[in-house]
C-alpha cells in the first residue's frame, strides 16, 4: 500500500511539474502583413539575456538561448495559432523541460515559398532575399518584438508578429568594384522560376585607360558576399572606435581589418602588380548561403552555371582573357572546399586552385566521422556508455560543441534540411533527392543513425579524394600541378583529419605525380591559408595577395604559346 501511496505521488509530481511548464502561447501576424495563407517555420525563442533579440542568440555555443520550431500551412490572417509545445526545441528538445521563470519570447515566422521542380517535385522552401539565407535577417520575414514574461502554471501568452524585416540596400558600383547580376538559364529550369547569379567585380588599375588589355580571372570562392570587400581607397578612419574581436581576443580588430584593406588598395594600385580580375560569386539559394558551386540533384546545375554561363559573361563584360589557362580558384573553408571541387569537376576550366582549410574533402574524415564505416554521427561506437563526437575546439583543445548539438539546432530551425545552416546544406548538396522532393538524410536528424545507402552515393559524386583517386588516370594530367591545399593542424572543425587523408594520397600519385603542395600550420585554428609569418588574424585578410606570386610562377610555365601574357602586365 506504502508502494502505491509512493507511486502515486511521484505520478502527481510529475504531473504538476509538467502542467507548470506547459504554459500554452497563442500566435497571430498582423493582417497588414499580408492577405493569403502562409506557409514556413514558425520559431518561438527564449532568453534570459536582454543583450541582443532572442533570433540572434541562438548558436552552437555553451551560451545559446532557446529556441522551439514548428512548421505552418496556409496560416491565414486573423487566425490565432496554438503554438504546438511539443515541437523539437534546442538546446533544450522538450518544452516541458523548461525550467520556469522570466524570459525575453519572441516568435520569427522563416516564410516559405513554393518551387515547382524540374524533376516534377513541389516543395516549400525560403527564398534567399538578397541576404545570405540568414533567417534571422531575412527580408520579408515577420517577428514579434521581444516582450518579457513570466512561465508559470495556467498562464496564457499572445504573442503578434507584426513586423516586417526591410530589404536590404544594395551596394553601389565604383571605379574600382562592380555588381554583375544575370539569369541563369539552367537554374531557371530546374527551379521553376527565374534564378539570378550575382558576382562582385574587382578591376584591375587602368582598366579604362587601355582598352587593348585582356585579363586573366582569379575567382574568391567563399559564403555569401553582400559586397566585394578587403578593398578599401582611403586610409583608416582615425575617429573609428577601437573594436574587441573575441574570435582572436584582440582590441581594435575593427581597425586592422580597414588597414588591411587600404593595403591591398596600395598594393592592387602599386606599379608592378600584376593586373588581374577577382570576383566573388553571389550563389545565395533556398538552402544556404552558397550552391557548393558544383551540380546537385537538389540545388541544381551551379556548378555547370557558374563555369560555363556566369563566368564566361563576366570576362566579356570586362575583357578576360576567356581561356582554362588563364583562370584560378581559392578560398577558405566552404571556398576552400568549392575551389578544390571546382578544380577537380571543370579539370581544365581552370589553372590551378589553392584550397585554405577545405570542408571535408575525404568523408572518410567527415569532421570526426566516418560516414561509411561509423554506425552513428553523434556518439562514439561503446557497448555501454554513449560519448558524443566533439564538433568545435579551440587550439589547444577545448570543446565547446559537439556534432549532436548542431545538428539538434538544425533541426529546430527547420526540418528537411531547410535550416540554411551547415550540416543540411552539406546534405543538400551531396544527397540524392528523395521521392518528397527533399534531401535524403545522411543520418537521422534526432539520433544520428547513418544511412549508409545515401553514404554511398556521397562517396561516388562528392569525396574529393575518392573520385581524384578512382579517376586519376584520366584526371591526373588534368590536374598535375594544380592542386595546393592549406590547413591549420588545430582546425576548429576537425577538416585538418580529411587533409591528412587527401595528402596521403596525393603524395603517392604517379603517372603524373600532383605536383602541388600540402601545407599545415602549426596550432593553427580554422582559416589558416598557408602563412607562417603572420597569425591567422592577419593571413586571412590576404586571400587577394598571397597566392599572386604562384598563380605568376604557374601561368609563366603552363601557358600555351601564343597566350596573352603582355596585354595585362603594364
Same mark, same amino acid.
Given at each position: 500500500?506504502?508502494?502505491?501511496?509512493?507511486?502515486?505521488?511521484?505520478?502527481?509530481?510529475?504531473?504538476?511539474?509538467?502542467?507548470?511548464?506547459?504554459?500554452?502561447?497563442?500566435?497571430?501576424?498582423?493582417?497588414?502583413?499580408?492577405?493569403?495563407?502562409?506557409?514556413?517555420?514558425?520559431?518561438?525563442?527564449?532568453?534570459?539575456?536582454?543583450?541582443?533579440?532572442?533570433?540572434?542568440?541562438?548558436?552552437?555555443?555553451?551560451?545559446?538561448?532557446?529556441?522551439?520550431?514548428?512548421?505552418?500551412?496556409?496560416?491565414?490572417?486573423?487566425?490565432?495559432?496554438?503554438?504546438?509545445?511539443?515541437?523539437?526545441?534546442?538546446?533544450?528538445?522538450?518544452?516541458?523541460?523548461?525550467?520556469?521563470?522570466?524570459?525575453?519570447?519572441?516568435?520569427?515566422?522563416?516564410?516559405?515559398?513554393?518551387?515547382?521542380?524540374?524533376?516534377?517535385?513541389?516543395?516549400?522552401?525560403?527564398?534567399?532575399?538578397?541576404?545570405?539565407?540568414?533567417?534571422?535577417?531575412?527580408?520579408?520575414?515577420?517577428?514579434?518584438?521581444?516582450?518579457?514574461?513570466?512561465?508559470?502554471?495556467?498562464?496564457?501568452?499572445?504573442?503578434?508578429?507584426?513586423?516586417?524585416?526591410?530589404?536590404?540596400?544594395?551596394?553601389?558600383?565604383?571605379?574600382?568594384?562592380?555588381?554583375?547580376?544575370?539569369?541563369?538559364?539552367?537554374?531557371?529550369?530546374?527551379?521553376?522560376?527565374?534564378?539570378?547569379?550575382?558576382?562582385?567585380?574587382?578591376?584591375?588599375?587602368?582598366?579604362?585607360?587601355?582598352?587593348?588589355?585582356?585579363?586573366?580571372?582569379?575567382?574568391?570562392?567563399?559564403?555569401?558576399?553582400?559586397?566585394?570587400?578587403?578593398?578599401?581607397?582611403?586610409?583608416?578612419?582615425?575617429?573609428?572606435?577601437?573594436?574587441?574581436?573575441?574570435?582572436?581576443?584582440?582590441?581594435?580588430?575593427?581597425?586592422?581589418?580597414?588597414?588591411?584593406?587600404?593595403?591591398?588598395?596600395?598594393?592592387?594600385?602599386?606599379?608592378?602588380?600584376?593586373?588581374?580580375?577577382?570576383?566573388?560569386?553571389?550563389?545565395?539559394?533556398?538552402? &544556404?548561403?552558397?550552391? %557548393?558551386?558544383?551540380?546537385? *540533384?537538389?540545388?541544381?546545375?551551379?556548378? /555547370?552555371?557558374?563555369? $560555363?554561363? #556566369? @563566368?564566361?559573361?563576366?570576362?566579356?563584360?570586362?575583357?578576360?582573357?576567356?581561356?582554362?589557362?588563364?583562370?584560378?580558384?581559392?578560398?577558405?573553408?566552404?571556398?576552400?572546399?568549392?575551389?578544390?571541387?571546382?578544380?577537380?569537376? &571543370?579539370?581544365?576550366? %581552370?589553372?590551378?586552385?589553392? *584550397?585554405?582549410?577545405?570542408?571535408?574533402? /575525404?568523408?572518410?574524415? $567527415?569532421? #570526426? @566521422?566516418?560516414?561509411?564505416?561509423?554506425?552513428?554521427?553523434?556518439?562514439?561506437?561503446?557497448?555501454?556508455?554513449?560519448?558524443?563526437?566533439?564538433?568545435?575546439?579551440?587550439?589547444?583543445?577545448?570543446?565547446?560543441?559537439?556534432?549532436?548539438?548542431?545538428?539538434?539546432?538544425?533541426?529546430?530551425?527547420?526540418?528537411?534540411?531547410?535550416?540554411?545552416?551547415?550540416?543540411?546544406?552539406?546534405?543538400?548538396?551531396?544527397?540524392?533527392?528523395?521521392?518528397?522532393?527533399?534531401?535524403?538524410?545522411?543520418?537521422d536528424k534526432k539520433t544520428g543513425a547513418i544511412d549508409h545507402e545515401v553514404a554511398a552515393y556521397w562517396k561516388e559524386n562528392y569525396d574529393l579524394r575518392y573520385i581524384m583517386e578512382k579517376n586519376w588516370a584520366t584526371l591526373g594530367p588534368k590536374l598535375e600541378g594544380k592542386i595546393n591545399i592549406y590547413c591549420g593542424d588545430m582546425d576548429n572543425y576537425y577538416l585538418n583529419n580529411a587533409v591528412y587523408l587527401m595528402e596521403d594520397f596525393l603524395e603517392g600519385t604517379k603517372d603524373p605525380f600532383y605536383n602541388g603542395k600540402v601545407d599545415y600550420g602549426d596550432r593553427a585554428e580554422h582559416c589558416w591559408n598557408g602563412d607562417h609569418d603572420n597569425p591567422n588574424y592577419i593571413s586571412r585578410l590576404r586571400y587577394n595577395i598571397m597566392y599572386v606570386p604562384q598563380i605568376m610562377e604557374r601561368i609563366?610555365?603552363?601557358?600555351?604559346?601564343?597566350?596573352?601574357?603582355?596585354?595585362?602586365?603594364?
Amino acid at each position: 500500500m506504502k508502494q502505491l501511496l509512493y507511486i502515486a505521488a511521484l505520478l502527481l509530481v510529475f504531473s504538476c511539474e509538467k502542467q507548470s511548464t506547459t504554459t500554452p502561447f497563442e500566435i497571430a501576424f498582423d493582417p497588414s502583413l499580408a492577405e493569403g495563407g502562409q506557409n514556413g517555420r514558425l520559431l518561438l525563442m527564449f532568453s534570459n539575456s536582454a543583450e541582443a533579440e532572442p533570433r540572434f542568440q541562438i548558436s552552437d555555443g555553451p551560451n545559446s538561448q532557446q529556441v522551439f520550431g514548428m512548421d505552418v500551412s496556409n496560416w491565414q490572417p486573423g487566425e490565432v495559432l496554438q503554438f504546438d509545445m511539443e515541437s523539437f526545441g534546442y538546446p533544450v528538445s522538450n518544452y516541458s523541460q523548461l525550467p520556469e521563470g522570466k524570459y525575453y519570447v519572441q516568435a520569427l515566422l522563416n516564410r516559405y515559398e513554393t518551387y515547382n521542380l524540374s524533376t516534377g517535385h513541389t516543395v516549400q522552401l525560403p527564398p534567399d532575399k538578397g541576404e545570405g539565407q540568414q533567417w534571422n535577417r531575412k527580408p520579408g520575414n515577420w517577428l514579434s518584438q521581444p516582450m518579457e514574461v513570466e512561465i508559470k502554471q495556467g498562464q496564457k501568452i499572445e504573442v503578434n508578429l507584426d513586423f516586417e524585416i526591410p530589404a536590404i540596400k544594395l551596394p553601389s558600383d565604383t571605379k574600382y568594384i562592380k555588381h554583375v547580376k544575370m539569369k541563369s538559364e539552367r537554374l531557371s529550369e530546374f527551379w521553376g522560376t527565374d534564378v539570378v547569379l550575382g558576382a562582385n567585380v574587382l578591376l584591375p588599375e587602368g582598366f579604362e585607360e587601355h582598352p587593348e588589355a585582356h585579363y586573366p580571372l582569379m575567382v574568391f570562392h567563399g559564403h555569401f558576399p553582400a559586397d566585394f570587400y578587403g578593398f578599401r581607397t582611403t586610409p583608416v578612419d582615425s575617429t573609428l572606435q577601437s573594436e574587441y574581436s573575441q574570435r582572436f581576443q584582440i582590441d581594435g580588430y575593427n581597425k586592422i581589418v580597414e588597414e588591411e584593406a587600404y593595403d591591398f588598395y596600395k598594393q592592387w594600385t602599386s606599379e608592378n602588380f600584376p593586373r588581374f580580375i577577382i570576383i566573388n560569386i553571389q550563389h545565395a539559394n533556398p538552402y &544556404y548561403d552558397d550552391s %557548393y558551386a558544383v551540380n546537385s *540533384a537538389n540545388i541544381g546545375p551551379y556548378g /555547370d552555371a557558374i563555369t $560555363y554561363e #556566369l @563566368i564566361p559573361h563576366i570576362e566579356k563584360q570586362f575583357r578576360g582573357i576567356g581561356e582554362g589557362w588563364s583562370r584560378f580558384l581559392y578560398g577558405g573553408s566552404t571556398g576552400g572546399w568549392e575551389a578544390l571541387a571546382a578544380q577537380v569537376m &571543370y579539370p581544365e576550366a %581552370y589553372n590551378g586552385c589553392f *584550397a585554405a582549410c577545405p570542408d571535408p574533402i /575525404d568523408f572518410r574524415a $567527415y569532421m #570526426l @566521422i566516418d560516414i561509411y564505416e561509423d554506425e552513428n554521427a553523434y556518439f562514439y561506437n561503446a557497448n555501454l556508455k554513449q560519448v558524443d563526437r566533439p564538433a568545435h575546439r579551440d587550439y589547444l583543445g577545448h570543446v565547446n560543441s559537439s556534432v549532436r548539438d548542431m545538428n539538434h539546432r538544425e533541426l529546430a530551425l527547420g526540418t528537411k534540411s531547410r535550416s540554411g545552416q551547415q550540416f543540411d546544406i552539406w546534405e543538400a548538396v551531396y544527397s540524392p533527392m528523395g521521392e518528397d522532393g527533399y534531401p535524403k538524410r545522411i543520418w537521422d536528424k534526432k539520433t544520428g543513425a547513418i544511412d549508409h545507402e545515401v553514404a554511398a552515393y556521397w562517396k561516388e559524386n562528392y569525396d574529393l579524394r575518392y573520385i581524384m583517386e578512382k579517376n586519376w588516370a584520366t584526371l591526373g594530367p588534368k590536374l598535375e600541378g594544380k592542386i595546393n591545399i592549406y590547413c591549420g593542424d588545430m582546425d576548429n572543425y576537425y577538416l585538418n583529419n580529411a587533409v591528412y587523408l587527401m595528402e596521403d594520397f596525393l603524395e603517392g600519385t604517379k603517372d603524373p605525380f600532383y605536383n602541388g603542395k600540402v601545407d599545415y600550420g602549426d596550432r593553427a585554428e580554422h582559416c589558416w591559408n598557408g602563412d607562417h609569418d603572420n597569425p591567422n588574424y592577419i593571413s586571412r585578410l590576404r586571400y587577394n595577395i598571397m597566392y599572386v606570386p604562384q598563380i605568376m610562377e604557374r601561368i609563366k610555365n603552363s601557358a600555351p604559346a601564343g597566350a596573352d601574357l603582355t596585354s595585362w602586365r603594364y
